[in-house]
């Protein structure tokens, strides 16, 4: 059983930057079956997107489209913690930020958007982000 932990959300204005962290514990790292960490968000009213998601063993990274150039997703395997520095937000960008655990070839094979990640997965409580003037 793979436990997370988000921390790092807040209030920002736009055009600001902000870093979310993710405490893992229980994940496997350094094998050839090792866990991926992955982000998302919620937003109210909408449908949970798959942001970033980073192989624990090679560090192999993932973004989608709407944040590629924006976000930088990072490991620390030392720390067991996953880190995504965020910058240039936007109001869009507003939504609880979720971090999970799923073995690595789920996002290998059917992306953030597998519903492995949930049948597989392990999931953190979230951490709000709200991105206004």
């Known amino acids: 059983q793979v436990h997370l932990m988000e921390s790092g959300g807040g209030l920002v204005q736009p055009g600001e930057s902000l870093t979310l962290s993710c405490v893992h514990s229980g994940a496997t790292k350094d094998v050839e079956d090792s866990d991926a960490i992955g982000w998302f968000r919620q937003a109210p009213g909408k449908e949970r997107e798959g942001v970033s998601a980073?192989?624990?063993?090679?560090?192999?990274?993932y973004y989608s489209d709407s944040v590629r150039g924006r976000f930088t997703i990072s490991k620390d395997n030392a720390k067991n913690t996953v880190y995504l520095q965020m910058t240039a937000l936007r109001p869009e960008d507003t939504a609880v930020y979720l971090c999970?655990?799923?073995?690595?070839?789920?996002?290998?094979?059917?992306?953030?958007?597998?519903?492995?990640?949930?049948?597989?997965?392990?999931w953190g409580q979230g951490t709000q982000v709200t991105v206004s003037s």
């Open positions: 999970a655990a799923a073995p690595a070839w789920v996002q290998s094979i059917g992306g953030m958007d597998d519903r492995r990640w949930d049948d597989l997965g392990s």
């Open positions: 980073i192989s624990l063993r090679d560090g192999l990274s």
